[in-house]
RNA sequence: CGCGGGGUAGAGCAGUUGGCAGCUCGCCAGGCCCAUAACCUGGAGGUCGCAGGUUCAAAUCCUGCCCCCGCAACCA
């Protein structure tokens, strides 16, 4: 087993402000980050913004500012989510950094010696309200039966393909004898049957005079890659690629999470394209679901989109990465509602951990004794939890966790220390109170870090005195 | 027949290889009084979307049907 890890997450693209869904990926990534660590594992952890292509160069232009300028704003906003997540990362790449640039034309040229980059003049009708080619069998009255609105655009241009289709047996091939390369087990059929259906080339690069914000190709100054091309080397060039010998050697290949709307790029043209620069695949992809709002579909024209910056500020980041892990299933769709966000908190956070660390402090306290705690005492539980999280059920592994917090409470209860007149016994009682907890904040701290650091070094510290409430609760008028 | 997900207690969801239907919240009743009016125990509440089939046994497998939702169109 080696004692390196690697895990990135997808790069949002950066011409709308940090959605939810994002959050929620960067979360998840992040628990398996820390519990890489935890694990006593050299991680590196990337995350970062996706900052080229055409919607990006046209929303700098709508905003008549430099398209750099913005980018830096824009990139600036994402930085300051995973920083208001509490998000252990070690590189935040982005695709507008030179190594990345130069990577990007590297990576570029080891498909293009190997033949798997060619020149074609295409000529389709296009429908910009679908950002996709049209063929005459598809169309209506001459028009996109989705936008009957809209003209169709005429694309007539020389672009440069990848073949892609050089890859449907190699691809198959990888999904056959890796069972477990994409997580859950239904997104692994579903990419099946997209590549087994047939997969086409796909356009890599964009004319430069229409479109100029890309990464130039090599050797043809008249085209920049196509934004998709140049992102997903990004997982590479943060390790310092095509540099062979540092990180890249140590730490590739990893982990890559993605949302559904990922799963073609991340598991299928991402793997041809390694495939064909001679990289050997991604470790596995993790695809996550996607959430709504109040039951609905989170969009910008309903206005329902969370903040996530403003929730971790309300809140404390931790109640907004309790709820977004315990409450949406790891692999499946899930809804956020300000409700049932409101009614975690207060019954999960303040009623039973928060209480628990209270009453539990304040027995001590009070008993002014000197309680004995070891690391990681309880092998069932220790087992038990490394079991979901070896098999990232990150999910099942905080409801495990939070299992003991509960056992915790009952035991209090049960054993009820307070009445308790020998003081040898009281104090055993406290003791094993303590040590659960503890036990349970060691793995616990992978998912709410900064409320467990908070607990373990307020009863690491002698004497133990009376907690401060880790979350105080949620009154509704 | 585009691809994919789902229909299980009032709400939100688990149910792995078929074996007495579970969890969280809410509700009702009790206990406790150390604690953030917190904690603990017990209870009520389900024809597991509909209809067939396989089986000693199906929420779980098979067939047909109905209904939701996502992607394909700003948005992870």
Request: with cysteine; charged share 30%; proline share 4%.
């Amino acid at each position: 087993m080696s004692s390196k890890y690697y895990i990135t997450t997808t790069l949002p693209y950066i011409n709308s402000d940090p959605h939810v869904g994002f959050a929620a990926e960067l979360i998840k990534a992040d628990v398996i980050a820390r519990w890489q660590r935890l694990l006593g594992k050299e991680v590196i952890f990337n995350t970062g913004t996706d900052e080229h292509g055409l919607k990006i160069y046209r929303k700098a232009k709508d905003l008549n500012i430099n398209v750099l300028d913005y980018c830096n704003k824009a990139s600036e906003k994402f930085a300051e989510l995973k920083d208001s997540l509490n998000i252990s990362y070690d590189r935040f790449i982005r695709t507008t950094d030179e190594n990345h640039i130069k990577a990007a034309q590297e990576f570029w040229k080891r498909c293009e010696k190997n033949g798997d980059i060619y020149k074609k003049n295409y000529k389709v009708k296009y429908c910009v309200g679908c950002e996709l080619e049209k063929t005459e069998s598809e169309l209506v009255d001459g028009k996109c039966p989705w936008h009957p609105n809209q003209e169709l655009d005429i694309i007539d241009e020389e672009n440069y393909f990848f073949r892609f289709s050089k890859y449907q047996d190699k691809l198959l091939k990888l999904y056959e004898e890796n069972p477990e390369f994409v997580k859950p087990k239904h997104r692994l059929q579903e990419i099946k049957s997209f590549v087994k259906s047939g997969i086409n080339d796909f356009s890599i690069s964009r004319l430069k005079e229409k479109m100029p914000w890309g990464v130039p190709v090599p050797g043809d100054e008249s085209q920049v890659m196509y934004v998709w091309f140049d992102a997903l080397v990004n997982y590479i060039s943060t390790l310092d690629w095509p540099n062979e010998e540092g990180d890249f050697r140590d730490f590739w290949p990893g982990l890559q999470v993605a949302g559904k709307d990922n799963l073609r790029q991340q598991s299928a043209m991402w793997q041809a394209m390694l495939m064909s620069a001679g990289i050997e695949n991604s470790k596995k992809v993790l695809v996550f679901g996607f959430l709504t709002s109040e039951g609905q579909k989170i969009s910008k024209s309903l206005g329902n989109n969370i903040n996530p910056i403003e929730y971790s500020q309300k809140y404390g980041e931790d109640a907004l990465r309790y709820y977004l892990l315990e409450q949406i299933p790891t692999y499946g769709d899930g809804d956020f509602s300000v409700s049932n966000f409101e009614l975690l908190y207060n019954s999960h956070l303040a009623n039973e951990l928060g209480n628990l660390a209270s009453r539990l402090s304040n027995l001590i306290a009070k008993e002014d004794f000197d309680p004995n705690i070891k690391k990681d005492s309880d092998q069932e539980f220790n087992e038990n939890i490394k079991e979901l999280m070896d098999k990232y059920e990150l999910q099942f592994a905080l409801h495990a966790i939070w299992q003991k917090i509960r056992q915790t409470n009952e035991y209090l209860t049960k054993e009820a220390p307070w009445k308790i007149e020998d003081k040898i016994k009281k104090q055993k009682v406290l003791e094993f109170s303590l040590q659960s907890l503890y036990d349970a904040c060691l793995k616990l701290q992978v998912f709410i870090p900064s409320t467990c650091e908070k607990i373990l070094k307020h009863f690491e510290a002698r004497p133990i005195e009376k907690i401060e409430p880790l979350f105080p609760k949620i009154k509704n008028k």
